[in-house]
């Protein structure tokens, strides 16, 4: 089972889209997929279309109240969600008076071993905190989500640097990529910054870019996955091609390869 988070302490940057379409896409290609979120602002969960009522959520999960297969709802693009609700925020306070919080989430994993191929644990916009803590305490990689706009470069190395001081710093031993979003190809200044991006990281950046598309606003509006919603749009193939490359394998496998920057989509 591979945990994948998607991590950036900037909000708006495409972290909740990479993970509901992600998950679509790999869903797609025949895996069993869990989609957790961890952000109190629940986006992910209003994304596929879930309102969780009165039924368990994250909180019930990361509280102790219930397990993570209790808290499962079978959602839109055959994707399994344990969804979230504002009430997530109270883990917070709550969390002062435990121990060890931060491990909540890695053993409620543990009760799901051999159900699902790949977990994907959707972030709140932020680096500190004991949400996201259990995300990078219970993932194998978090997945930084840059947004290819003004200063993507410089906000890219320092949420890099600041997620890799806290696994520095704690016993978390996540790999960490970066991920490039909101990729306009038709601006110069776009194509310039993921040269910039892939000149700096490397191998850690996915060659796969993820385009900006109308059809991702309007998947996320209808409460599905961008595959159901149109399977021959760019979004369906860009995150057909991010699935592929995450089942690829981690990042010792991808270390070594070729450096030289990748043509741009479309071209
Ligand atoms: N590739 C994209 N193309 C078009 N709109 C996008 C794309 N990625 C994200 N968005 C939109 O940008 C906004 C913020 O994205 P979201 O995934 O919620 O960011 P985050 O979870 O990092 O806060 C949302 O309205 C979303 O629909
Ligand atoms: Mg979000």
């Given at each position: 089972m591979q945990i994948f988070s998607?991590?950036?302490?900037k909000g708006g940057c495409g972290k909740t889209t990479t993970a509901i379409?992600?998950?679509?896409?790999?869903?797609?290609?025949?895996?069993?997929?869990?989609?957790?979120d961890l952000d109190p602002q629940a986006h992910a969960t209003l994304g596929l279309g879930c309102d969780p009522g009165d039924g368990p959520t994250t909180l019930d999960v990361l509280?102790?109240?219930?397990?993570?297969?209790?808290?499962?709802?079978?959602v839109a693009?055959?994707?399994?969600?344990?969804?979230?609700?504002?009430?997530l925020g109270e883990f917070e306070e709550r969390a002062e008076h435990s121990l060890r919080p931060e491990q909540a989430l890695t053993h409620a994993l543990r009760g799901l071993e051999g159900d699902y191929d790949e977990v994907l644990l959707d972030c709140p916009p932020r680096a500190d905190g004991v949400l996201t803590a259990n995300a990078?305490?219970?993932?194998?990689?978090?997945?930084?989500?840059?947004?290819?706009g003004a200063f993507a470069l410089q906000g890219a190395v320092k949420a890099l640097?600041?997620?890799?001081?806290?696994?520095?710093?704690?016993?978390?031993?996540?790999?960490?990529?970066?991920?490039a979003t909101l990729f306009d190809r038709r601006t110069r200044f776009a194509r310039d910054m993921l040269f910039a991006l892939h000149s700096r990281f490397g191998p850690l950046l996915f060659e796969s870019v993820i385009r900006t598309s109308v059809r991702l606003r309007e998947a996320a509006a209808c409460g599905v996955p961008v595959q159901i919603l149109d399977k021959r749009s760019r979004a369906t193939n860009d995150f057909a091609a991010l699935a592929s490359e995450c089942l690829?394998?981690?990042?010792?496998s991808v270390r070594g390869k070729d450096l030289a920057p990748t043509p741009l989509p479309g071209e």
């Amino acid at each position: 089972m591979q945990i994948f988070s998607f991590v950036n302490q900037k909000g708006g940057c495409g972290k909740t889209t990479t993970a509901i379409n992600l998950a679509g896409a790999l869903s797609a290609q025949g895996r069993r997929v869990l989609l957790i979120d961890l952000d109190p602002q629940a986006h992910a969960t209003l994304g596929l279309g879930c309102d969780p009522g009165d039924g368990p959520t994250t909180l019930d999960v990361l509280s102790g109240s219930s397990s993570l297969s209790e808290a499962v709802v079978a959602v839109a693009g055959g994707i399994d969600l344990v969804p979230a609700a504002l009430s997530l925020g109270e883990f917070e306070e709550r969390a002062e008076h435990s121990l060890r919080p931060e491990q909540a989430l890695t053993h409620a994993l543990r009760g799901l071993e051999g159900d699902y191929d790949e977990v994907l644990l959707d972030c709140p916009p932020r680096a500190d905190g004991v949400l996201t803590a259990n995300a990078l305490r219970a993932c194998d990689t978090a997945i930084l989500v840059v947004e290819t706009g003004a200063f993507a470069l410089q906000g890219a190395v320092k949420a890099l640097s600041i997620f890799e001081e806290i696994r520095a710093c704690g016993d978390s031993r996540f790999d960490m990529r970066v991920l490039a979003t909101l990729f306009d190809r038709r601006t110069r200044f776009a194509r310039d910054m993921l040269f910039a991006l892939h000149s700096r990281f490397g191998p850690l950046l996915f060659e796969s870019v993820i385009r900006t598309s109308v059809r991702l606003r309007e998947a996320a509006a209808c409460g599905v996955p961008v595959q159901i919603l149109d399977k021959r749009s760019r979004a369906t193939n860009d995150f057909a091609a991010l699935a592929s490359e995450c089942l690829v394998g981690s990042t010792d496998s991808v270390r070594g390869k070729d450096l030289a920057p990748t043509p741009l989509p479309g071209e």
